[in-house]
């Protein structure tokens, strides 16, 4: 009998988009962070992609000091690979976003592959009791640019070069495959390539069928074989794009920084609730969820022995 597909499913635990006053269960402190991911692996999730929060604000904090407070804990209670961001928050620079991933060395770390408008501003509709000044000056922006030029770029993938980390590739457009084809076409990003098509944020790509299609479709014909493919839907679109991609060959991220719901109208209580609801749909299509040494040898990392943390 034939073996099962192997899934990988990441876990965004708290990102830089949600604002603490938007739910009670969004981590904060480094030990919600740390309970947090440790939770989502124990739940399936092969991966956690891990963001930093000032404990006392809610604000999104890049500094290695942040980090420093929890990823020794994860990595003591877990064998999950561990995802750095270096897109932070579209405030800050780009030096501030890199340090954590040039610090800790980790297996994987995140790489924003091109410039967008980045539109928060939708969610004061939604969420208007506000506990904090910076959540709503930070939410009603609508002059932010995430910005990753090409020099951004190469800085990043420069400086962790000695580092041995692999990079997740965030594609939030068609354009940012094509950004990542020119890099891989001159050898400074190498296969197997973990390319996260995001879906439903806005100024990027919406979460319809046919834009999950548009993007596989243009993926494959870039890189062929050469990539392993994973996807990210915002909000609403979280589930059913999981879902489809699944079925179509792909792999699959959840987690609060994307979407705080477990179903209309209900949050969901920790990360792990929604790594528990992709892995029903997972296995509901006869596939298996990969483990962290599963994923480790399908993306190629180094290992967790080699980070530095």
């Known amino acids: 009998m034939a073996s099962k597909r192997k899934v990988i499913i990441t876990c965004a635990v708290t990102g830089a988009i949600h604002t603490p006053s938007m739910s009670p269960h969004l981590p904060v402190t480094p030990e919600q962070i740390a309970e947090a991911a440790i939770g989502a692996a124990e739940a399936g999730a092969a991966i956690v992609h891990l963001h930093a929060r000032n404990p006392e604000t809610g604000q999104p904090d890049q500094s290695p000091e942040a980090f420093a407070k929890f990823l020794p804990v994860v990595k003591s209670r877990s064998n999950v690979v561990i995802n750095l961001t270096t897109g932070g928050a579209p405030t800050m620079t780009i030096e501030e976003r890199v340090r954590p991933a040039a610090t800790f060395r980790p297996e994987v770390a995140s790489l924003n592959l091109g410039s967008m408008n980045f539109g928060l ?47 997740e590739f965030e594609c939030y457009d068609t354009a940012h495959l094509y950004n990542l084809k020119y890099f891989f076409d001159r050898g400074l990003v190498k296969a197997p390539l973990f390319i996260q098509t995001v879906f439903g944020l806005q100024g990027g790509i919406g979460g319809h069928p046919d834009d999950v299609l548009h993007m596989k479709r243009t993926a494959d014909r870039l890189f062929g ?25 792909g792999n699959v991220r959840v987690g609060l920084e ?52």
């Open 121 to 167: 501003f939708g969610m004061l509709d939604r969420f208007k009791d506000l506990e904090h000044e910076w959540e709503r000056t930070y939410l009603g922006n609508k002059d932010i640019i995430f910005r990753n030029t090409f020099g951004q770029i190469e800085y990043i993938l420069t400086t962790c070069a000695g580092n041995d980390t692999r990079f």
């Open 225 to 249: 074989d050469a990539y392993r493919w994973s996807v990210l839907g915002a909000g609403r679109n979280q589930m059913n794009i999981a879902a489809m991609a699944a079925a179509m060959g």
């Open 258 to 309: 994307d979407s705080l719901w477990d179903g209309p109208g209900k949050f969901a209580e920790s990360n792990a609730v929604q790594v528990r609801r992709v892995r029903q749909i997972i296995e509901g299509l006869g596939l298996e969820v990969a483990t962290p040494d599963d994923a480790r040898e399908m993306l190629s990392l180094k290992g967790g022995h080699a980070v530095g943390f």
